[in-house]
């Protein structure tokens, strides 16, 4: 599967983005689906993830209540709302495509290139 995010852009701190996730390829509604980030100097975090049928989600810690994760199978598409963002929130932020529903890198087979996102204070 191939997959291109897009959406990312400036914001003030405090403000709201939403980044997307087109797939194409393979069957996409097969796989779990997750976002992670990584800022400069930093590893690539997880961030969220959501099931084949989108029934369950998991969240970092660190944006539990601010982010919001959400796919359209009719659609290919997986998007990551993003609210009350703070600077901390700046890097790039990548989706990934696996068969496992897991909050670390490793099962995800397939990344996109990522969208940069930059949280002004």
């Known amino acids: 599967v191939q997959l291109q995010a897009s959406g990312g852009g400036l914001v003030q701190a405090g403000g709201s983005l939403r980044v997307s996730c087109a797939a194409s390829?393979?069957?996409?509604?097969?796989?779990?689906m997750a976002w992670f980030r990584q800022a400069p100097g930093k590893e690539r975090e997880f961030v969220a993830g959501?099931?084949?049928?989108?029934?369950?989600?998991m969240y970092a810690d660190s944006v539990k209540g601010r982010f919001t994760i959400s796919r359209d199978n009719a659609l290919n598409m997986v998007y990551l709302q993003m609210n009350s963002l703070k600077p901390e929130d700046s890097a790039v932020y990548y989706c990934?495509?696996?068969?496992?529903?897991?909050?670390?890198?490793?099962?995800?087979?397939?990344w996109g290139r990522g969208t940069l996102v930059t949280v002004s204070s």
């Open positions: 990934a495509a696996g068969a496992v529903f897991s909050r670390t890198r490793t099962p995800y087979d397939y």
């Open positions: 390829g393979r069957t996409f509604e097969n796989y779990m």
């Open positions: 959501i099931s084949w049928n989108g029934r369950s989600t």
